[in-house]
């Protein structure tokens, strides 16, 4: 069951920083951790490249607001012969000692959110409650949750109760010759047109706040990239990957466009 969860090729990660070493540090000490973010800027590449390094089982969860604390702790299921209980992702990470990242944390309700709390004291315990069961975390089992201060609102934000229980992680797009070696490494297009790319990348991001709600993403960078690689015109791939998903206003769009000719 754990060998189900390893990450079996080292995923490449290129750091930004101390990151790494602090991240053992917490790890060593069990601290539940925070990565925040924009999207698409190697939040959880980071957490496969760690999980791979510590020789740890990963368990990921994409969270959404129709989650229910049951989805992530388990539930009975209803069987020809009876009822049998199936662990969710939560509770099968802490019986085999996994890391448990849960993305976009704040996506997930607020009555859902509360399950990890016991997981992140001291106690290091899940109360199984329909199965009468109270789970003592795995020595290895530890929690970790993405978070996006983007897009932080009243109504969308974790209580300070929650968010005082993990050490945080400030990430942000690399460094543009680190983006664009990242770039080159991650799809093999030359070092040439990368630095182009993020030229493109630098110029949407100084939008954000005027027009634009996130600039474009490092994910969204190595999509252009992989189409240039694959011989796409790159004006055709800058619009399909770097301009179309992000945003519907003509104004915004034109802008993008100039900076891309300007570039390409
Ligand atoms: P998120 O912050 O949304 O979790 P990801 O970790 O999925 O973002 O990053 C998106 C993509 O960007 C990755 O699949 C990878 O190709 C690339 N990437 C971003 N940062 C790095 C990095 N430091 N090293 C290697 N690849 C990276």
């Known amino acids: ?60 969860v994409a969270c959404n607001e129709d989650m229910t604390a049951s989805d992530l702790v388990g539930r009975y299921l209803l069987e020809a012969n009876g009822t049998r209980w199936l662990d969710g992702p939560l509770t099968t990470a802490a019986r085999i000692g996994a890391i448990c990242y849960l993305d976009e944390i704040v996506e997930a309700r607020q009555d859902t959110t509360v399950v990890i709390h016991p997981l992140t004291d001291h106690r290091r315990q899940l109360p199984l409650d329909k199965k009468g069961e109270l789970l003592q975390a795995h020595p290895d089992f530890q929690l970790v949750i993405s978070y996006n201060p983007g897009y932080q609102s009243l109504m969308k934000d974790l209580k300070q109760s929650t968010k005082q229980r993990f050490v945080g992680f400030d990430f942000d ?24 790319l993020v030229k493109v990348a630098t110029a949407a991001r100084a939008l954000k706040g005027h027009g634009l709600d996130e600039g474009i993403s490092t994910r969204l960078l190595v999509y252009a990239a992989t189409l240039i690689k694959a011989e796409v015109d790159p004006l055709d791939a800058c619009r399909m990957a770097l301009v179309c998903p992000i945003t519907d206003d003509s104004d915004i769009r034109a802008t993008l466009d100039h900076a891309i000719e300007a570039v390409f």
């Open 1 to 60: 069951m754990t060998a189900d969860y390893r990450i079996q090729k080292e995923p490449f990660y290129q750091p930004q920083s101390n990151e790494v070493a602090l991240y053992q540090a917490a790890y060593q000490a069990k601290l539940p951790v925070m990565v925040k973010g924009p999207t698409g800027c190697g939040k959880s590449r980071f957490i496969e490249y760690m999980a791979f390094k510590l020789g740890k089982p990963l368990i990921t």
């Open 173 to 196: 797009y690399p460094a543009p010759e680190l983006e664009a070696s990242i770039l080159s490494t991650e799809t093999g297009i030359g070092l040439a047109d990368a630095v182009r």
